[in-house]
């Protein structure tokens, strides 16, 4: 009967660490998907506040991030590339540089995630004019020391097949 006993804790003990190891696992999951959300967030209010600063801070620190965009020159593979878009975009306003984001949507994976979303682009040009127009928006992030930070980004307007534009105002 004892070793009967012993034979049941045997069996179970790894299965109880088992699912204490998981609840750990999904616990640290949703703190990482949490923090994500809080930079996409922090990047919501900086648009609106045109801070370049505080926007690239979101961006991985090296040199290594890679950004697809919506608008010329489609590509920037630097840091200092994309900060200097960023401070031209945002010169470009005359007030606030609204952003909103819908359905977004991580995926967390160790020291990898990404997430992908709708932002909605508005504000008035400086000069005349209004921004309003809709991307889809692919980020990937990496965990440094801690913290998230965006290392790819890709934005993309669907395309009306039939007029072959490019379709600004698409809602999810």
């Not at 179970?12 to 809080?38: E, G, W």
């Not at 975009?89 to 952003?99: E, H, R, T």
Request: proline letters at 4%; charged letters at 20%; a neutral charge.
């Amino acid at each position: 009967m004892i070793v009967k006993a012993f034979s049941m804790i045997g069996i179970c003990l790894p299965l109880v660490a088992a699912s204490i190891a998981k609840s750990a696992a999904a616990d640290v999951i949703q703190i990482d998907v949490a923090a994500i959300q809080a930079l996409e967030n922090r990047l919501i209010k900086a648009n609106h506040e045109k801070d370049v600063a505080t926007v690239m801070r979101l961006y991985e620190p090296g040199t290594n991030v890679v950004i697809f965009d919506v608008v010329p020159p489609r590509q920037y593979l630097s840091r200092v590339a994309w900060e200097k878009n960023v401070a031209g975009y945002f010169a470009s306003f005359d007030g606030p540089a609204s952003l909103e984001i819908a359905n977004l949507n991580i995926t967390v994976s160790g020291d990898l995630a990404y997430g992908y979303m709708i932002q909605h682009f508005s504000g008035k040009q400086k000069g005349g004019g209004n921004v309003d127009l809709s991307a889809r928006v692919t980020d990937v992030y990496r965990k440094i020391a801690g913290r998230w930070f965006i290392v790819h980004e890709h934005v993309s307007v669907p395309v009306n097949i039939e007029t072959g534009m490019a379709d600004l105002h698409s809602k999810p």
